[in-house]
């Protein structure tokens, strides 16, 4: 069974790799495998999620990872299974398409991570600093409160 769900994941990533960066399943499968021998920690769900999200790209054959691992992990597990709430919301009569809520997601980080409300506010922070996600208007930093945010993936 374990196979089966691995090369329907494998099969996706390929297909992946075809649809969003024109590469061949063929000599797809030559940068993964690279790819793999330098990111060990890394399998082929984990690389499914990370094309999805965006978090890498391909450049001169070789596929880049855009941020760390954490970073990367920490994307992955908030847009993924059992993440935060990811919804259209409304404020002052203003729909705001996909975001998320600031406190939602630090108290999420903290439960998931078992992490305190100021390491969370700080990783809050440096999916900001990376452009990964913004306050939906622009106007606040990362912060826990009922404010909405949006990852850049989503607009």
């Keep these: 069974m374990f196979e089966e769900v691995n090369e329907q994941i494998k099969s996706k990533v390929l297909a992946l790799f075809f649809m969003k960066f024109k590469i061949s399943p063929t000599y797809s499968l030559t940068i993964i495998e690279k790819w793999f021998t330098e990111n060990s920690w890394a399998d082929w769900e984990t690389l499914y ?46 729909t705001y398409p996909l975001c998320f809520i600031g406190s939602e997601a630090v108290n999420w980080m903290e439960k998931k991570y078992d992490i305190s409300k100021a390491e969370a506010l700080k990783l809050g922070q440096t999916l900001i600093n990376e452009k990964i996600i913004h306050h939906v208007t622009d106007d606040h930093d990362f912060k826990n409160d009922y404010l909405f945010y949006r990852f850049y993936l989503d607009e």
């Design 49 to 94: 999620n990370l094309i999805q999200n965006a978090l890498v790209r391909v450049e001169n054959n070789n596929l880049i990872n855009l941020y760390e691992q954490k970073i990367c992990q920490l994307v992955n597990d908030m847009r993924g299974l059992g993440g935060i709430e990811i919804k259209n919301r409304n404020y002052r009569l203003k």
